[in-house]
């Protein structure tokens, strides 16, 4: 294992910081200080000082480290502790220093590190924080077994490389969600939401090779940007892959609670069960393993793994993990949490993610169970999804709503469109369906639903988030491409209206 020696950098992040004058300064000072997260390697604490113009520190009792706080008001700041040893117990010290030099009396938060990952790979060596993106872009495998193979060069080309109006070539998304949901094979689930029987280890290994495969669709992606490169030199920085896991869903048939819990096989020899939340989270470790393992020996050229995503689009939780993040919460943010484990499970895969150098992402639908407390729960970003375009007889998801969720909660847009927003596919009598799966929308409706897309785009410029949040972009499983080679000039125009939304962006720069 690597294993990184005992503290040697402490360091405040004072971006973080906020002060205000105080009511009334306290005769001595006063420090109380609360643990964020603890990685492998690494621990954060939310500090807050009162008449305290400094700080001294440590994780022994000598407290040598010392922190300037410039004020003697009241402070709140991020302190954050690295080159820590995995799997470790910890006593962090603290106690505040006053204007005249009187020490405040010692507070001490007991801590412990996690197991750590075997190996640290190069890319992850070399990050002082987890990737950030202008974009990111879904790349729905849509049954990862079909034959020919849903990804190929030339459908990918469409979400690398925007040639615009005048010809000129721009690289397009950063980012690539990789995510699948089936296993039609087996005829398994990979998401806990899809009312089948769940997807075993013998699924989650295929799902790699078919991502991660010497026939892998990465190795497409990569071979696509080599192919770019010719007019465009090399890509600013490497264009950024993010992997979904699949759910640890407890039951064999989640619908049956009398159904197996150890029905996913076996890790180190040992029978995994899902009854306990520990093997749960064993078994995305070991795929959160295979994927960077995976990576490693692929030796892309063009791209880096940026981190892991949370499947299933609704999370479920503990009552009391929304009290203690101080948010409201119904009946529906707690239904069946006792079953899902949740909010044990993500914080946990969060942490073993920043141990790796890698992030978490996640994409709930629109108000989806969860969303409120993303912050509580580790993610590095959140995009909500407004379901907006499937919308039918009645607006059910508007735009307002989504904007200010996105606002107050501060989570990025997902853009949504899929065949049915491409005239030259529906022009042959197909249907595309709502928000139900109905089949709802044909080549008629087309101008709506590309009336539908631009107000999403209005709606993230006018949210004032667009330059300061990434974008996800789902276009089903092939309609980025279809609008891309469509010679249909209104698919054309919307092809460009998309694209440079996307490469508008301040993030870009």
Known sequence: MNKWPLIVSVFLLLASCGRKEPDAEPALPAVRAELLESTAFE??????????VSLSYGIDETMPLSLETSTSGP???ILHLSELQPQTNYQLYLKGISPSGEEGNVVTVAFSTITGPDNIYPWEER????PAFADLTLVTMGWHNSAPPAWTEERFRSHVLYQDKEGRPHWLFDAFLCIDGWDPVRNLSYSIVNGQYSATKESWEDLVEAWL????ALKKLDATIERATDGLGAPPTPRYVVMAIPDPIRYQYFQDKESSTDYWGKLDGNKMDFKDVSDQVLACEWYMDRCRERFQSMHFKYLELAGFYILSEELQLDPAFFQSAGEAYGSADTWNWKHKNWETIVPRLSSYAHSCREGLWWIPYHLAPGFRVWEALGFD?????????WDHDQISHPLSTTANALVKYRMGMELEFEYSLVASVMADGRSGPDGSGNPTFYAKDVPLLRERVRAYIQTYKDSGLYGVLPIAVYSGTDAMHQLATSADSGDREMYHDLCQFIIGSRLKR
């Open 43 to 52: 621990a954060s604490f939310s500090v807050q000082a009162v008449n305290a």
């Open 75 to 77: 402070v709140t700041c």
């Open 127 to 130: 990050r002082s924080a987890v």
């Open 213 to 216: 495969g010497d026939e892998g």
């Open 381 to 389: 970003n959140v995009f909500m999804q407004p379901n907006h375009y």
